[in-house]
C-alpha cells in the first residue's frame, strides 16, 4: 500500500488526492492545511465579500465527502518540515512517513514594502479568513482604496461596491492603464470608461510610496506627491508561490518549486502541483493548470502511464465589474517592434463597448482579446488551443459583427 502525504488542500492538493483515490483504492492518502476549514474555492470569496455567496455555500465538499473517499483531511495541520531524504514530514508535532509526496501548498498575497506598514486597516485577500476580515472593515468604512488593477482588484473592488453600495471605491494602478496582462491600451481605456461610469474612481500611473496616518492608514501617498482619502486599503499586488518547505527540503527553487512533466521535483518522490510549481520557467498561479497539473502528477506519483504535463494555455472568461472579458493566449508581442510574421488586428462595435483583437503569428491566431462580448470566445480559444491555420478568416476578423460561424 502506497502511503500518501499532499500539503495544501485548496484546488490542486484536492484534485490529487481524489484522482489519486481515483487510480488507487488501496493508497493512504494524508492530506494536510494550515487553514481551519476544508477546501473553498477561492474565486468564491469575491461573492462572500459581495454578500452574495453565504457561509454555507462556501466549502466545495461536504466533510462527509472526504471519508467517502477515504481521505484523511488534516485541518489546522502546518506541515512544518520536509525530510525528502529520509521520507517524512514534521506535522502535528511528530514525523509522519511517506512513499511519494506532493507540495500543493500554493502561493501567498504579495505586500509590497511600502513605507508606514504595518497598519490595522490594510488588508490582502488570499483566504476565507482575509474575506472575513475584509468584510468587517468595509461595515465600517467610507472611502476605500484598492491598491492593484490586475484581475483581483478589479473583482475585489467590484464586490465592495456591490457589498456596500455607501463606501466610495477608488483604484490605484502602477501602470499606464488596468489589466496590463491581460488588455492592451485600446481596450483597457474602454473598461476604464466603463468602471468609472459604475461609480468607481480608477486612477492609472498611480505608483505607491507611503501609507499616512497611525495605527490605520488614513491617506495613500504616491509617489508623485498625489494622496488619497482611505479608511481602509485591500493591497492586491499578486502572489508569491510560498517556497519555504521546499527550500527547507533542499528542492531546486526558482520563483517557483521546479518541476519536469512528470510534476516531478529535484527529489523523485516529491512532486508539486498548482501555484507553488514552476514548470518550463513558468508559475500559472491560476485554476485550470492546478486541475490540469493535478491528474497528470496522481498517474505519476503512482508510477501508472499517463502524459507528460506541456502546459496551459492561459484563458480567462470573466466578468470585470460586470463586462464580459476574455483574455487568451499572448496579447502582445514580446518584441518592439514586432517580430516578422506578427499581425494584430482589431474590431471595435460602432458604440465603442466591444472591442475585439486578435493576434497572429504566422498565419495561427496565438491569441486574442474579446471586451463586451463572449458568445465567440469558445471557438476563439478552440482556434488559438487547436493552433489550426486562419488565414482564411482573417479579412473578416476586423468585423465585430463576426461570430466564427
Ligand atoms: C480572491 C481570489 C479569486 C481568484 N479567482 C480566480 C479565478 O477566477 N480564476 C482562476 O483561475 N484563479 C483565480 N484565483 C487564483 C486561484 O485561486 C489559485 O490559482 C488557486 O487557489 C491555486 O490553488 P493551489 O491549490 O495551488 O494553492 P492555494 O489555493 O494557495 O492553496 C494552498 C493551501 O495550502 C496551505 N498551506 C500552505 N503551506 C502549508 C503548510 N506548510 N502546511 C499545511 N498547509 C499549508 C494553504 O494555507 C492553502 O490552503 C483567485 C485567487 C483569489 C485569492
Given amino acids: 500500500m502506497t502511503r500518501i502525504a499532499v500539503v495544501g488542500n485548496n484546488v490542486a492538493g484536492t484534485t490529487l488526492a481524489k484522482a489519486i483515490r481515483d487510480a488507487d483504492v488501496e493508497a ?10 476544508p477546501y473553498y474555492t477561492r474565486p468564491k470569496l469575491i461573492g462572500f465579500i459581495a454578500g452574495t455567496v453565504n457561509d454555507d455555500k462556501i466549502l466545495f465538499h ?13 485541518l489546522d495541520s502546518k506541515v512544518e518540515k520536509v525530510d525528502g531524504i529520509g521520507h517524512r514530514i514534521f506535522v502535528e508535532g511528530g514525523w509522519l512517513e511517506y512513499d511519494k509526496m506532493a507540495l500543493a501548498n500554493g502561493s501567498k498575497a504579495f505586500m509590497p514594502p511600502f513605507k508606514g506598514l504595518p497598519k490595522d486597516n490594510v488588508f490582502t485577500l488570499r483566504t476565507l479568513e482575509d474575506a472575513m476580515r475584509i468584510r468587517a472593515s468595509a461595515a465600517k468604512a467610507k472611502d476605500v482604496v484598492i491598491i492593484g488593477g490586475g484581475l483581483l482588484g478589479l473583482e475585489t473592488a467590484r464586490a465592495l ?43 492609472t500611473n498611480a505608483e ?8 490605520v492608514a488614513t491617506e495613500v501617498k504616491l509617489r508623485d506627491g498625489r494622496t488619497i482619502k482611505c479608511d481602509m486599503v485591500v493591497v492586491s499586488a499578486g502572489a508569491r508561490a510560498d517556497l519555504s518547505l521546499a527550500k527547507g527540503a533542499g528542492l531546486q527553487v526558482n520563483r517557483g518549486v521546479v518541476v519536469d512533466g512528470s510534476l516531478r521535483t529535484s527529489n523523485p518522490d516529491i512532486f508539486a502541483v498548482g ?17 490540469e497539473q493535478a491528474r497528470i502528477a496522481a498517474k505519476k506519483m503512482l508510477e501508472l502511464d499517463g502524459p507528460d504535463y506541456a502546459g496551459t494555455v492561459p484563458s480567462n472568461t470573466l466578468k470585470v465589474m460586470g463586462i464580459d472579458l476574455t483574455s487568451i493566449g499572448k496579447v502582445r508581442s514580446e518584441h518592439d517592434p514586432p517580430e516578422e510574421g506578427f ?9 465603442g463597448k466591444v472591442y475585439k483583437k486578435f493576434v497572429v503569428k504566422d498565419g495561427r491566431m496565438i491569441g486574442a482579446i474579446l471586451l463586451g462580448s463572449k458568445k465567440e470566445a ?21 468585423d465585430p459583427e463576426y461570430d466564427f460561424d
Fill in 62 to 74: 461536504p466533510m462527509d465527502w472526504y471519508k467517502k473517499n477515504r481521505l484523511q483531511l488534516h
Fill in 343 to 351: 499581425e494584430e488586428i482589431r474590431a471595435v462595435s460602432a458604440d
Fill in 378 to 398: 469558445a471557438k476563439v480559444i478552440r482556434i488559438i488551443k487547436g493552433g489550426e491555420p486562419v488565414e482564411q478568416m482573417i479579412s473578416k476578423l476586423s
Fill in 208 to 215: 505607491t510610496e507611503e501609507l499616512l496616518g497611525g495605527d
Fill in 275 to 291: 501555484d507553488v510549481a514552476e514548470f518550463e520557467g513558468k508559475v500559472w498561479g491560476m485554476i485550470p493548470p492546478a486541475l
Fill in 161 to 203: 461596491a456591490t457589498g456596500f453600495p455607501d463606501l466610495k471605491v477608488t483604484i490605484l494602478e502602477f501602470a499606464e492603464h488596468l489589466l496590463m496582462r491581460q488588455l492592451d491600451h485600446e481596450g483597457a481605456e474602454i473598461l476604464q470608461r466603463a468602471i468609472r461610469e459604475l461609480g468607481t474612481e480608477v486612477v
Fill in 28 to 37: 493512504e492518502i494524508h492530506i494536510f492545511t494550515d487553514e481551519p476549514v
